[in-house]
Nanobody, 128 residues
């Protein structure tokens, strides 16, 4: 079992920044590909960013590329999502997720069904 706890969400003005954190506990963090997803009201959950076990590979949705940065600190069992130049369309609940992939250093995963564990989510609201 892996427990994931997100933090860092809140209310920010358009153009502002937030840094989300996701703390993991329970299993060897470095065996997990990590991802950030989001779900806006009335919309399906979508992939935002993903990072490989070694942090050597990252992937982003087109709508956040150049504005968001995913990173991880395996020593701290934490994955981060730095969000800059936020737009009202970024308003959503943001979830982190973990996919058990102990044999791969460079794989990234965007499909929700491949993730084994999910956090409870943190609300991000972009509004003036």
């Amino acid at each position: 079992q892996v427990q994931l706890v997100e933090s860092g969400g809140g209310l920010v003005q358009p153009g502002g920044s937030l840094r989300l954190s996701c703390a993991a506990s329970g299993r060897t963090f470095s065996y997990y590909v990590m991802g950030w997803f989001r779900q806006a009201p009335g919309k399906e959950r979508e992939s935002v960013a993903t990072i490989s076990t070694s942090a050597g590979t990252t992937g982003y949705a087109d709508f956040v590329r150049g504005r968001f940065t995913i990173s991880r600190d395996n020593a701290k069992n934490t994955v981060y999502l730095q969000m800059n130049s936020l737009e009202s369309e970024d308003t959503a609940v943001y979830y982190c997720a973990a996919a058990y992939t102990p044999q791969s250093n460079n794989r990234i995963i965007t499909g929700m069904k491949e993730y084994d564990y999910w956090g409870q989510g943190t609300q991000v609201t972009v509004s003036s």
